[in-house]
């Protein structure tokens, strides 16, 4: 038995350690994620601001090129994380970015609609893999005790990128003639040149795994190991003995519910990412305001500051209290009630109001939707049908901007497509508090357990 020495110093090895991976690891991987979004929603930046007039864009074919990115990303999201395992997190990892890297460097001598749409599918091609790739990575690091912190950490890049990305988007815009560029063009050309470099720095920084850890004292990395070590002797247990459902899993009714509330909710996110900008800078027609690039910039950003401390503080609670189902339901809610109502406000300001509380339940729902899943699932049946919510989830990312886009073009105004996106988003509350009735607490360190299963895409 322990006496109460050695479980202090046990304790104490523990913070440390988990305090130096915190500190070496989720910050890097976290700006890999911002810069990956950033190129992600470039076009969203450009679209606006002289790309959709320079190639003769409508919105159906601005939409189709948002979307287009994730055909290429689905289908080669699985491969590209088997790929990981066989050549390692650091190797692939920075591949991958160097890969989106050069193929968004392209954007910067785009001159066609068709090399637009075939330079959007080869980024989604280059892209694959990266996001579960680094949740993946993460998850090597860290027991699953601590996972649900880190995840949200993570997580906080992703609205963060907004809200420095889009003024850094249009400071790049704004300096429109550099190298005899447009500034849309300029702005692709700056953002493509740090996946390039991040890349090659991550090949050389990062770690694959703890016990190759010379930043982490010995003892430090023998605690590690040995702690992950015993979780994946565990879940290789589990395995065995829930591998016969994996079939199973994918033949669930409940399975297709949890992928059709993934679908609203990653709908209306992906709807928000790619035309809010192209929404702001309606402003000027409909209520006629002026705003120069960097002033529409700052206005992208205001959503997204929010937005991010609002998930950090709804996913605290879900740690603290177990994720329920109303962690996800509620925020879906005000999110379907608010995003059409946005466009019936009577000032810019109002507006970009009920806009910020759109985007703040947006984010709230998606970290701790995962927990919901894992209740149900377990061992393969958990690969298989989480592999399935993420597929259908990430076609949203195709069908959002298409369908909103070629909405646009058909009644001349947003306001059909964003009752569409509050219909999405309507159904993924219903779902959740219909279909998903609690049944035990119920942790965000399930959530975090279930999504990092390396199998499950």
């Not at 020495?5 to 130096?20: G, N, V, W």
């Not at 000032?347 to 984010?363: H, K, N």
Request: charged share 10%.
């Amino acid at each position: 038995m322990q006496t109460a020495t050695q479980t202090a110093q046990a304790s104490q090895l523990e913070r440390s350690t988990i305090r130096k991976v915190s500190m070496r690891l989720v910050p890097f991987v976290a700006l890999m994620f911002f810069i990956n979004f950033l190129d992600r929603t470039a076009i969203s930046f450009a679209g606006p601001n002289g790309m959709t007039k320079d190639l003769g864009l409508d919105a159906a074919q601005f939409g189709f090129a948002a979307g287009v990115f994730f055909i290429g990303y689905i289908f080669l999201e699985v491969p590209s994380n088997l790929a990981l395992h066989k050549f390692g997190a650091r190797r692939w990892l920075a591949r991958i970015m160097v890969t989106w890297g050069i193929v968004a460097l392209l954007f910067t001598w785009v001159s066609s609609v068709p090399g637009l749409y075939a330079l959007r599918f080869l980024l989604g091609v280059a892209e694959a893999g990266f996001f579960p790739g680094a949740i993946l990575f993460l998850s090597t690091w860290v027991p699953q005790r601590h996972r649900s912190h880190i995840l949200a950490l993570f997580y906080l890049a992703q609205p963060l990128t907004i809200v420095i990305g889009a003024p850094f988007a249009a400071l790049l815009i704004g300096a429109h003639g550099v190298l005899g560029l447009a500034g849309w063009r300029v702005m692709f050309l700056g953002v493509a040149v740090p996946a390039i470099v991040i890349g090659i720095v991550a090949w050389f920084y990062l770690t694959d795994r703890p016990s190759d850890a010379r930043w982490l004292t010995s003892d430090e990395r023998t605690w590690l190991t040995e702690e992950l070590e015993a979780e994946q002797r565990a879940r290789e247990t589990n395995a065995v003995h829930h591998r016969h459902h994996a079939g199973a899993a994918l033949k669930s009714g409940r399975v297709w519910m949890f992928s059709l509330m993934y679908f609203g909710l990653i709908y209306g996110l992906y709807a928000l990412a790619f035309f809010l900008p192209t929404i702001i800078g309606g402003f000027e027609g409909q209520f006629g305001s002026h705003f120069n690039v960097f002033q529409k910039g700052l206005i992208t950003a205001v959503p997204y500051l929010p937005a991010a401390i609002v998930l950090f503080l709804w996913s605290r609670n879900a740690t603290k209290h177990g994720v329920r189902n109303w962690h996800i339901g509620i925020p879906a809610l005000i999110g379907a009630l608010s995003i059409p109502l946005a466009l019936f406000m009577k000032s810019p300001s109002a507006s970009i109001a009920v806009i910020t509380i759109t985007a703040c339940a947006i984010f709230s729902a998606l970290p701790n939707f995962w927990a919901l899943p894992a209740r149900f699932l377990s061992g393969a049946a958990a690969a298989a049908g989480i592999a399935l919510i993420n597929t259908v989830g990430n076609l949203a990312g195709f069908v959002a901007p298409y369908l909103t886009g070629a909405m646009k073009d058909a009644t001349g105004s947003y306001h059909a497509p964003m009752f569409v996106v509050g219909v999405f988003m309507l159904m993924s509350a219903v779902l959740a508090f219909v279909f998903c009735a609690e049944r035990g607490t119920g942790t965000a360190d399930e959530s975090a357990a279930i999504a990092l299963d390396p199998h499950a895409g």
